[in-house]
């Protein structure tokens, strides 16, 4: 048998993003440019018009949105107990505490039945994250949110693309926050946009991003001339990462076209594996980008889990867990987490049992039915 590499994921830059990044290269304007508003343009088009702001990565945008809706010491933030550290660290640095909530078994999203035991009166916002492209169930978690001052901001970090009711990811909150990481359904290498309905909240985000300035370089009629009125960050994007984000957008549509025809084989492959749940691509309103697919051993623990990777690498094929550690039970959230109400059965099962196998536009349809038909065979030598 002929053996094939096949990473968990690989950006694809072709052509199109090295001229465009050479042609920034050439100028003068590194930061803060033209190529950063037409990226925003683009992405707030492809959202229905949303005003954007691009910024240094995911984080930075659920971070700045934190701040700008004044949210800080002894406020707290609902987050679910399964996703990225980033999630609950923009909330620490803040001030703020993370409140951890558990999750649906079904879909790995934060748990809206769960949510309601967790608001109290210092509840100030919820990120809700779409666990590895599988939007949440937004409908139920704005009817709880409603008539409560609580604000709500999507963890879109996995889910460009990804759907509810129809209706794109990212637009139902007070902000939308995506990652171009290079793992991501489009790359600019490191890099993040936050959406929202609300230009002026846009604004603040642009301009916390950028020192504080009361004048941006485009207002400033003396050049170099500004001044500063608030305690500012800099979490910009550059200009050469918004000229490939500006490439990648263009070819979004057939990289998640590769990745749907990618998930649907593996999933049909694997359908009868009864050792195994699989992350769905629809449930409910929801319908997933397919960032990866999501296996749940239903025995064994993080022992066979970490056996099954090891075994699959050997066979040239690369996985990824999403995510290793229920963050409460994490080293560095376990001694802060002061509730009691801290059940977090369905996160601490996912963080032992859980594979990301790779469906990106990166392997091909061959590829695909060579992963299930390995992964099957390394799951039941090991079973």
């Known amino acids: 048998m002929i053996e094939i590499n096949i990473p968990f994921a690989k950006p694809l830059i072709e052509n ?24 925003e343009e683009s992405f707030g088009a492809f959202h229905n018009g949303l005003n954007a702001v691009t910024l240094s990565n995911c984080t930075s945008a659920m971070f700045l949105a934190l701040k700008s809706l004044g949210i800080g010491q002894g406020d707290e933030v609902i987050v679910p107990a399964m996703t990225h550290i980033a999630t609950a660290h923009c909330v620490s640095h803040t001030g703020a505490k993370p409140v951890f909530c558990d999750i649906d078994y079904k879909t790995g999203n934060i748990d809206p039945e769960k949510i309601i035991y967790k608001i109290n009166k210092n509840t100030k916002a919820i990120i809700i994250v ?16 409603k008539d409560k001052n609580i604000s709500l901001i999507e963890d879109c970090a996995a889910a460009l693309g990804a759907t ?13 926050c995506f990652s171009f990481y290079p793992t991501k359904h489009i790359t ?7 959406i929202s309905k609300n230009k002026s909240f846009t604004e603040s985000i642009r301009k916390l991003s950028s020192f504080g300035y009361t004048k941006n370089l485009y207002e400033r009629t003396t050049p170099g001339v500004y001044d500063v009125d608030m305690l500012g960050y800099n979490l ?12 990648q957008l ?22 009868n594996c009864k050792e195994i749940d699989i992350m769905p691509y629809k449930i409910g309103d929801s319908v997933s980008s397919n960032f990866c697919v999501n296996i749940i051993l239903k025995t064994g623990g993080d022992k066979l889990r970490n056996k099954v990777i090891l075994n699959l690498k050997d066979h040239n094929i690369g996985t990824s867990v999403h995510y290793p550690v229920c963050l409460p039970k994490s080293l560095y959230y376990k001694d802060k987490i002061d509730d009691q109400n801290n059940d977090f059965k369905v996160a601490e099962h996912f963080a032992s049992n859980t594979i990301s196998l790779p469906c990106g536009p990166h392997i091909n349809e061959n590829d695909s039915y060579f992963i299930a038909k390995t992964f099957k065979t ?5 079973i």
Do not use: Q, W
Request: glycine share 10%; with cysteine; hydrophobic share 40%.
């Open 250 to 271: 263009k070819k979004f549509n057939k990289f998640l076209a590769r990745r749907n025809t990618n998930a649907t084989i593996l999933r049909k492959e694997l359908l």
């Open 164 to 176: 509810y009711d129809n209706k794109l990811v990212g637009t139902f909150g007070d902000a939308g």
């Open 130 to 145: 779409h666990f590895v492209g599988l939007p949440a169930d937004m409908y139920s978690i704005l009817d709880i949110i």
């Open 236 to 247: 910009r994007m550059s200009e050469v990462a918004a000229s490939i984000g500006n490439e």
């Open 188 to 194: 600019t290498m490191e890099g993040g946009m936050l």
């Open 378 to 382: 390394c799951l039941k030598e090991l």
């Open 16 to 39: 199109e993003e090295k001229v465009a990044a050479s042609n920034v290269l050439d100028g003068h304007i590194l930061t803060h440019g033209p190529m950063c508003r037409k990226f």
